[in-house]
């Protein structure tokens, strides 16, 4: 009796199989009770039943290269209305011999969000960075400097013009959304009432709205003969929209700073915008970054509205292939290739957010 | 310096409108409109009054979003517990949904959903009918419905007569048990009273069962209920892009609650479903009322999209009468008054109950 008891402790028992390892994992996670084993039967039959179909379509069956014609006869997904269309979906109406310069842009924009990832590089050599690529992104765009052929903007569109104006539109409210903020928290009464005033209009309608008045308003308020183009047009009616919503993500941070470090200012003599400009907003400021990339996203989202005001950003460029009647009736395919690239753009964005917020949180 | 520059504003509106022979103010919501009205919940032809389409039109908005919002709390919370469910794959596939639903533009939904519809199914000659009295085509969703009797009428009586009483009842229960301790089996009896009293009615009324089916006249279904394909596929766009974010507040809330509130309620002798209803409800709702506000009223905002696949909306109404009368400020005005007035009311609403469901600090 004491000799076994003995020998087992010493070895130690082994676990028993079905408690480790796949099998062990297996049943922990899938078959933990009946009802997480009816559910997980139900859940793999949901998915015997979907994902097969949606492979065979989406890669056995499906035809990459043909014209509209052989797709018809196909079984399967029609991915040549991708290839065939790839340049008029990315860069619309821009001359065809000159779409290298929108692509151009775009690898600068993206090389420049690359690096302001890194939290290292957030200094004043990359502001100016910005500053320079942005012009440069623009001159591609215009051209008309440096021998470079002039391109009416009305001829803009696909990626470039959803990039143009979700960035240059968050750039752009981003300041206005500050002033705003401030001016919520001001003690000018006229001022304040202003603020929430507008604030709360812009957050309770619609961005359509705001889209409509910018193409049918906006040109009665101007004098005779003083036109502003359509995009211009639509990008102030993105700013003003994006700003109420900054404003409210400001003023979270700004209601995230403690009553002492406004004394503190105070103390040390400093007056309102020196307060704000160096102790209050560098700190509200960085509080509130992973809202504002949030922000970003949504702005990024939100440009495909302008689908309605008829620009042709990346979404319309699509239906205008889609009209083609060679082309008719793939709209499945069309759409799934384009929610692919938001959902790059937005996850990727939406990831970065969430790892700032960890490294923000964590105070390094 | 502002008021020069509004007043430089106005002075450039008025000329213009002057010159484009424009009229101003609303005097045209009496005329004519002379435009169809493809879905509407009221009585409406083209011979009706331009205020009339404009009224149709906001109805229209508060039908979807009303029935958006429902069906969305009921998905986004069904999301949200499953992204929290110890089950593997659930809450895999809870994850997957959300990620892709959030980061894709609602407006790409909406036109997806209907490029499916319009695209797939079958005209009305060859719809599917994948359940008796049930047709799927592209033209609509076909569905049988009981036909028109006056006991339906009094059986939605006998339905609101109940839900005063359910609460009536709620009340007294709790009151009950404040004083005495003793439980009342509240919620089954608020189910008997739910169904029940329908029931009755419908009995008493001489237990109608005649079908109003759905049948192909020449291209099309008459009779039945006919849901059309651009209000399925808005309803479907905004209700599964919503859900997507509804589920993130829901998971929030839930992990608001810390585990030891869980254990001590159980700990008292509390049964699960009290736990969930008296400890861990009222502290999670608490947490997630503020940003399913915001939810919803995103949904009832977003249900503007539908202007672009046809639906006739109230933005999609006043654009019709903006480009028929030329009178955009006025047009564009009433878009968004209306929609604030919608966003005033629902958080009015919810800072109400938010108000109800706040902690009372002792």
């Known amino acids: 009796m004491t000799d076994i008891a003995h020998t087992s402790q010493k070895e130690g028992i082994k676990p028993p199989v079905v408690s480790v390892g796949v099998i062990g994992w297996i049943k922990a996670n899938l078959f933990n009770g009946w009802f997480n084993s009816v559910l997980t039967v139900v859940t793999l039959l949901f998915l015997w039943k979907t994902v097969p179909p949606f492979f065979l379509w989406a890669f056995m069956d499906s035809v990459w290269n043909t014209t509209g014609q052989v797709c018809r006869d196909a079984g399967g997904a029609c991915w040549s209305i991708i290839s065939s269309n790839l340049r008029f979906i990315l860069f619309g109406f821009y001359p065809y011999d000159l779409q290298w310069r929108p692509l151009l842009a775009m690898i600068i924009l993206f090389v420049l969000l690359y690096f302001s990832q890194n939290r290292k590089h957030w200094k004043k050599p990359l502001a100016y960075a910005w500053i320079a690529g942005l012009f440069i992104m623009g001159l591609l765009l215009r051209g008309g400097l440096f021998g470079l052929d002039p391109v009416e903007s009305t001829q803009w569109g696909g990626v470039p013009l959803t990039l143009l104006l979700s960035v240059f539109g968050l750039t752009a409210a981003y300041p206005l959304g500050v002033v705003l903020a401030l001016g919520r928290q001001s003690k000018m009464r006229a001022i304040k009432t202003l603020c929430i005033v507008y604030i709360e209009l812009i957050r309770g309608v619609p961005l359509i709205s705001l889209l409509f008045m910018s193409s049918i308003i906006f040109p009665l308020l101007l004098p005779e003969g003083v036109t502003i183009n359509k995009i211009l047009r639509a990008q102030m009616a993105i700013i003003l929209f994006t700003a109420a919503y900054i404003a409210e993500v400001v003023r979270g941070g700004l209601q995230g700073m403690s009553r002492g470090q406004y004394e503190a200012a105070e103390s040390i003599g400093l007056n309102y915008y020196q307060t704000m400009r160096l102790v209050i907003l560098p700190q509200a400021l960085k509080i509130v970054i992973p809202p504002t990339v949030s922000q970003l996203i949504s702005a990024f989202k939100d440009t495909s509205l302008v689908v309605i005001i008829a620009l042709y950003d990346l979404l319309k460029t699509t239906q205008t292939v889609l009209s083609n009647p060679e082309w008719m009736g793939f709209s499945r395919e069309a759409y799934v290739f384009v929610a692919i690239l938001y959902f790059l753009g937005c996850f990727s964005m939406s990831n970065y957010s969430r790892k700032l917020e960890k490294e923000l949180s964590r105070g390094d | ?362």
Not at chain 2, 3 to 15: A, F, K, P, Q, R
Not at chain 2, 112 to 121: D, M
Not at chain 2, 194 to 220: C, I, Q
Request: one cysteine or more; aromatic letters at 12%.
């Open chain 2, 1 to 362: 310096m502002v008021g020069l520059l509004g007043y430089y504003l106005v002075s450039n509106t008025l000329h213009n409108l002057e010159r484009q022979s424009i009229a101003t103010g609303f005097g045209f919501i009496h005329q004519e409109s002379s435009f169809e009205i493809g879905e509407s919940l009221i009585d409406y032809s083209a011979a009706s009054s331009y205020g009339r389409a404009l009224i149709v039109g906001a109805l229209n908005t508060l039908y979807v979003s009303f029935i958006g919002i429902v069906i969305t709390v009921i998905l986004g919370t069904v999301v949200g517990v499953a992204r929290l469910s110890t089950n593997w794959l659930v809450s895999r596939l809870a994850a997957i949904y959300i990620e892709v639903m959030q980061n894709i533009p609602v407006l790409l939904q909406l036109f997806f959903w209907y490029a499916i519809f319009y695209e797939t199914l079958p005209s009305p000659r060859q719809a599917l009918n994948p359940i008796t009295g049930v047709f799927l085509c592209n033209r609509g969703v076909a569905f049988t419905i009981p036909k028109a009797h006056p006991a339906h009428i009094y059986m939605a009586f006998a339905f609101l007569a109940g839900c005063i009483v359910v609460y009536l009842v709620r009340r007294w229960a709790k009151k009950r048990q404040e004083r005495t301790g003793k439980l009342f089996p509240v919620f089954r009896v608020s189910i008997g009273l739910l169904l029940g009293l329908p029931l009755l009615t419908w009995w008493m009324g001489g237990a109608p069962t005649e079908l109003n089916m759905p049948k192909l006249v020449g291209f099309n279904f008459i009779g039945g209920l006919t849901i059309s394909p651009e209000f399925i596929a808005l309803l479907l766009g905004l209700v599964l892009y919503t859900a997507a974010f509804v589920a993130e507040v829901v998971r929030a809330g839930i992990q608001s609650v810390s585990k030891g509130q869980t254990e001590a309620a159980m700990s008292l002798g509390l049964r699960p479903p009290m736990v969930l209803n008296l400890v861990i409800l009222p502290q999670a709702l608490r947490v997630i009322i503020p940003p399913l506000t915001s939810q919803m009223l995103n949904l009832t905002k977003n249900s503007s999209l539908a202007v672009a696949i046809g639906f006739p909306d109230f933005v999609s109404v006043a654009n019709t009468t903006i480009n028929q009368t030329g009178q955009a400020i006025e047009g564009v005005a009433l878009i968004m008054l209306v929609y604030l007035f919608f966003s005033l009311l629902t958080s009015a609403f919810m800072n109400w109950y938010n108000k109800k469901a706040a902690l009372v600090e002792r």
